[in-house]
């Protein structure tokens, strides 16, 4: 029996004594993927960003001008500042360590939670340097402060030496961390890569205008086809501006001049660039809170999207354009480059690895920072105004149009759809490149739809096994609600009255779950199909997905497994047998990550499909359709004497395949 925690245990080995308290910097170490979201190539650069963020952090509240950001060697990292250096005093509630060893070897310590020593903050859980810490199997710290230098060295997140006074220093001040990650963590091949450093350090530069960063590595570290200079000043006095001229200097622009200012509101700032690209071109939403990239948006960049809509439709009603009222964020920012920093007082993340920003009055405070200088935006060039008003009344007009044609397309099929997560259904009207996923149940389909290319793939839930027809009356076919919202979905009618040509879809995908429920489920679809439905299978429309059961990691590099066969096979050949390999289980589905999901299945680039074929005659001409009609009704028919029967005459010939 499985205890309440999730471990097995029997009765007579559990006690006291098997409960473990981890303590001090143990639990990085034992679960590093809860403080920086795993051990691969995106965790281990994750340190660097968390040392170059409090060093930025030095600079934004003006104590410090200028980060030195050195990669030594591939596996070793310095970054310096001259702010104001780590205090180097005894820890008034540690008197036996000084505030240094506190800072780098305790969990929540750091002078950021009161915000008496800084106003805004990139490293707000007191967690940065100590993670980095735990995690690096060599990592030293050098003070320059009040014209002393000092230095300390940790392994592992323990203290190897104690803080030392090794010399004067008149002429430095500021905080020096160089650290190598544990290789006992990111495996053998963990390194890191100059160009992902160096694209941080120049992202970082753009974000503070006042702050010089200087960048430097080994030449050797640099591919032959790398553009990274092997060393470079990073300063960029005109901020967000700079950098979207940078990256829209090879793009067609639809306007001249970008929407670029710097606002401040209570103390807290706000700063942006936007502009309009070609119609050809794609967009792209860069946004940053003090300092710390947010790829996964949050509230921030809601207020700013409410802003912009909520002043072009204001500047529509001021000229009395009454279509302006339809527009939406999406009409009004397609084809947008847009950057985006704030700097806020105790923001909120969602996360360890802030990726999102979920600050309640965020939005407020963006949109009050953004919408009154956009509207005098606006008002300074009207023509500008009124070409980028009507281009967002097109886009919204020809929303409503294809909105429209999708409706009237998909009537039949949606009209009656009555399932927990309904069709998620593709923008695409052609057939021929569009693929319906039938999953099974509600989460998986969430899961789906979330990781599903949305013009070309649809999804449908079901909801777990459907009706076996192959047992089942024409009555309860008749009846069965679930299986004739599939066919509606399909835009055909089962039995005679199937008409291929009217199939919505080019493929349709069964994905179901790579365990025996799964197994289950994909049977019972593919009997429908083969009994209602037998020319779709004929004409190769069907198909069945590969997800897979194991997810292997080790440093940098992940693979994926089938089953437990292929895991073994993977680990014996592609994996480093010295260093400890990560294998996750995927329970189901809905419980993928729909980015491993979208990688491992619903990608037509890297996914598996098996082709479900029905040849109707052998090489030599003899029919087969009598033969596969015998199997289905003996494997999924009314009479299980006939399962039975099946199941012992064959049951050597499975015994030897699986080497039994």
């Known amino acids: 029996m499985s205890d309440l925690f999730g471990t097995a245990a029997s009765s007579d080995s559990y006690d006291a004594s098997n409960i473990e308290v981890l303590e001090g910097l143990e639990p990085v170490r034992h679960r590093p993927g809860m403080y920086i979201g795993g051990t691969d190539e995106r965790a281990l650069h994750h340190l660097a960003a968390e040392i170059l963020d409090n060093a930025m952090d030095e600079a934004v509240a003006g104590h410090a001008n200028r980060i030195d950001f050195i990669l030594e060697s591939a596996t070793t ?117 100059a160009a992902t450093l160096y694209r941080m350090a120049r992202s970082k530069a753009y974000l503070f205008a006042g702050v010089e960063i200087r960048w430097r590595c080994d030449p050797a570290l640099l591919a032959s086809n790398d553009t990274v200079p092997a060393e470079a000043s990073l300063h960029f006095p005109g901020g967000l501006a700079d950098a979207l001229n940078d990256a829209t200097q090879d793009k067609g622009l639809m306007i001249s001049t970008p929407f670029a200012e710097l606002a401040e509101l209570d103390g807290q700032k706000f700063e942006w660039a936007i502009t309009w690209l070609d119609a050809s071109e794609d967009g792209f939403f860069s946004s940053y809170c003090n300092t710390v990239p947010t790829p996964s948006g949050g509230t921030h960049e809601t207020g700013f999207r409410q802003a912009i809509v909520r002043a072009l439709r204001a500047f529509g009603e001021l000229v009395g354009n009454k279509k302006a009222a339809d527009i939406s964020a999406d009409d009004a920012l397609a084809n947008s480059a847009v950057m985006l920093s704030v700097f806020l007082r105790d923001p909120q993340f969602q996360g360890q690895t802030k990726d999102r920003l979920v600050s309640a009055d965020a939005t407020r405070l963006t949109e009050q920072a953004v919408r009154d200088r956009f509207d005098h935006w606006l008002s300074s060039d009207t023509a500008r105004a009124t070409y980028l008003l009507e281009t967002a009344i097109d886009r919204a007009e020809e929303r409503k149009r294809r909105k429209k044609e999708k409706e009237v397309a998909r009537k039949s099929a949606t009209r009656r759809l009555r399932l927990p997560g309904k069709l998620a259904d593709c923008t695409s009207n052609d057939s021929e490149f569009t693929e319906l996923f039938l999953v099974e149940g509600d989460s998986a389909g969430g899961s789906a739809k979330q990781a599903r290319d949305r013009k070309t793939q649809a999804v449908l839930p079901l909801r777990g096994k459907i009706l076996n027809v192959a047992s089942a009356s024409s009555e309860k076919l008749t009846a069965n609600q679930e299986l004739s919202d599939l066919a509606l979905a399909l835009g055909v009618k089962p039995g005679k009255d199937f008409k291929l040509d009217d199939l919505r879809y080019g493929r349709i995908i069964i994905m179901t779950d790579a365990d025996v429920d799964g197994a289950h489920i994909a049977a019972l679809l593919m009997t429908y199909f083969y009994r209602e439905m037998p020319n779709l299978v004929e004409a190769g429309r069907l198909f069945l997905a590969q997800p897979p059961l ?78 596969t009609d015998q199997l289905v009704n003996t494997l999924m028919g009314k009479k299980a004497e006939l399962r039975f029967g099946y199941i012992r005459d064959h049951a050597d010939d499975v015994l030897a395949s699986l080497d039994v």
């Open 550 to 627: 194991y997810r292997l990691t080790q440093g940098g590099k992940t693979e994926y497994a089938l089953d437990d066969e292929q895991r073994e096979t993977i680990l014996a050949k592609n994996f480093d047998k010295r260093s400890k390999v990560e294998i996750s289980r995927f329970k189901g589905l809905g419980e993928m990550p729909p980015a491993q999901l979208k990688e491992t299945t619903m990608n037509p680039a890297s996914r598996r499909l098996l082709r479900v074929d029905l040849p109707m005659r052998d090489s030599v001409g003899a029919d087969l359709r009598r033969h």
């Open 77 to 193: 990292l310095t970054i310096r500042d001259n702010g104001r250096g780590m205090p180097t005093g005894k820890h008034p509630k540690f008197p036996e360590k000084s505030a240094v060893e506190v800072i780098m070897t305790t969990l929540h310590a750091g002078g950021k939670f009161s915000g008496k020593s800084y106003a805004t903050s990139g490293g707000l859980h007191g967690v940065g340097a100590s993670v980095v810490n735990a995690l690096s199997s060599a990592l030293t710290v050098e003070i320059a402060r009040e014209k002393l230098l000092y230095r300390q060295e940790f392994s592992r997140g323990a203290p190897v030496t104690a803080l030392n006074e090794i010399g004067t220093a008149p002429n430095r001040r500021g905080t020096t961390v160089t650290f190598t990650p544990d290789t006992e963590i990111f495996g053998e091949n963990a390194k890191f890569r």
